[in-house]
């Protein structure tokens, strides 16, 4: 007979016997009512063990999460908070998800939106004044690096009731950002913004079936979907529409994206400028030639403004309030653009459009390459972290929440994101759902990014837009600034080789 286990106990087991020595506990069914079962034997009897499990009360404690503004930067996600159920599916399962969270420890969740960019300065201020203004951040990794470097963040693995080696935490991103083994930003399943944050290549499948190009999808399964062969494509795809022997926002393309996408075309391909030693500590790896050939041959095309759109650079398009709601979706829209090279984000902006498009990884360097690997953007991702002036009880009420939260998340709201909203209802056909789950599977969060040590990202980017292919005098001008600037962090961090 197969046999029924016992019910996987909740850590607010454990919370339950902690807390009730200073705060009032409740009774209730945990986080997850759905709870697995798991086989102990074949042999035993089918029983189940029902445990009566208690919750810290924090006696109606206004629970303050700062986040970034997705109001005011649509590039950004409901994520954190919701007043009220209005029939969307995110809204709804943000609602549903912090309700359960409220009712469970007797809290009530305040959003308090900021500026993506810019929300470090008012965490900094007010760990500078000490009033622990905030429970949790929420704001983009970038901003939190900013953070971490005036030495305002706690090191995640060192808070109690956090473990961060559940399945509610993503792992690789742990591996990623961590140094020296500490780890300042939680990304999990409380975020969708990493998955928004993900870049990919979108493709207008009515071009590439009138153009007779193969199948993308068939590519991509057999891996041989590279760089030669998209930029093949997009070539192809590029028409001086109305013949007036220039090329704009009139006619025909075969890419369109931004700066950004040269390094998250090396990113792709395995080029690591960063790496790591077996102390979890950074250091600059500098470059090969396969890194050069690289960047040669994606500048090459995406830098050509007569083969590519880099949106904001208004070198083949008129300037726009915004750029990106105002002239790079509507222009992807039209139909007249083959690639568009772009992070998942800009999906829910083609709910209203009938344009007929799929989704791919970033191409590899070549067909050797082992997996398709894509860039998540620490711009756009976010993640959780406390600032150092939480400590005793406030400490341990916010890693509670924060652990409850992603783990009620991971139940409730990235079904609600990645199933039924990025899967099923955003995406026009099936090979796209099969894409995300490749496109997911290998993500890379780069320190390169977030840290900007010696200006490399911003390095690597300029070249692509300034028309700059001197990849190897550019690389070595700032070599040792790369250098000093990782010391200077490992300093703040309180780290030595």
Request: a negative charge; proline letters at 2%.
């Amino acid at each position: 007979m197969k046999t029924k286990g016992v019910k996987i106990v909740s850590a607010a087991l454990l919370l339950s016997v902690l807390f009730c020595g200073f705060v009032s506990c409740r009774t209730g069914s945990g986080p997850n009512e759905n709870t697995g079962i798991s086989d102990i034997s074949e042999t035993q009897t089918e029983t189940e063990v029902t445990i009566d499990v208690s919750y810290p009360d924090f006696g109606g404690y206004e629970f303050k999460i700062i986040t970034s503004d997705y109001l005011l930067n649509p590039g950004m996600v409901k994520e954190i908070g919701a007043e009220e159920e209005n029939g969307d599916l995110i809204n709804d399962a943000v609602y549903k998800r912090n309700g359960k969270i409220e009712e469970l420890y007797n809290i009530a969740i305040k959003e308090i939106l900021h500026d993506r960019d810019a929300l470090a300065q008012p965490v900094i201020k007010s760990i500078s004044a000490g009033d622990n203004s905030y429970d949790l951040i929420c704001g983009n990794i970038t901003q939190g690096g900013i953070i971490a470097q005036k030495g305002g963040l706690i090191d995640l693995n060192q808070v109690g009731y956090l473990d961060l080696k559940k399945p509610w935490y993503d792992q690789n991103a742990a591996a990623d950002l961590s140094i020296g083994h500490k780890l300042y930003f939680a990304v999990g399943e409380l975020q969708i913004s990493d998955n928004n944050g993900t870049w990919c290549l979108w493709f207008n499948k009515d071009l590439f079936k009138n153009l007779g190009f193969a199948d993308p999808y068939t590519l991509v399964r057999d891996g041989k979907w590279t760089m030669d062969k998209c930029f093949e494509f997009a070539s192809a795809a590029s028409r001086d529409l109305n013949g007036d022997g220039k090329m704009d926002e009139e006619d025909q393309w075969g890419m369109m994206g931004e700066s950004f996408n040269i390094f998250a075309l090396m990113n792709g391909s395995g080029t690591r400028f960063i790496q790591k030693d077996e102390n979890d500590l950074p250091y600059y790896a500098g470059y090969t030639q396969r890194d050069a050939d690289i960047f040669e041959k994606g500048a090459e095309y995406l830098g050509d403004a007569a083969k590519s759109i880099l949106v904001g650079e208004s070198r083949n398009h008129a300037s726009r309030p915004d750029m990106w709601i105002d002239f790079a979706h509507p222009m992807y829209a039209s139909g007249k653009v083959l690639f568009f090279f772009t992070s998942l984000a800009g999906v829910t902006y083609h709910r209203g459009f009938d344009t007929n498009f799929g989704i791919l990884p970033i191409p590899k360097y070549d067909e050797t390459q082992k997996n398709y690997v894509n860039t998540v953007s620490v711009t756009m991702a976010s993640a959780l972290s406390m600032t150092v002036t939480l400590n005793g009880e406030l400490l341990d009420r916010a890693a509670i929440i924060a652990d409850a939260l992603s783990e009620e998340s991971m139940h409730i709201l990235t079904p609600a994101y990645y199933e039924l909203q990025l899967k099923r209802k955003l995406t026009r056909d099936d090979e796209s759902a099969e894409m995300l789950d490749i496109i997911f599977e290998n993500r890379i969060y780069s320190t390169v990014q977030l840290y900007n040590w010696g200006g490399i990202i911003s390095t690597v980017c300029g070249m692509l837009t300034s028309n700059n292919r001197n990849f190897v005098s550019s690389m070595e001008k700032i070599e040792d600034k790369i250098k000093g600037d990782i010391e200077k962090t490992l300093a703040v961090f309180e780290l030595e080789r």
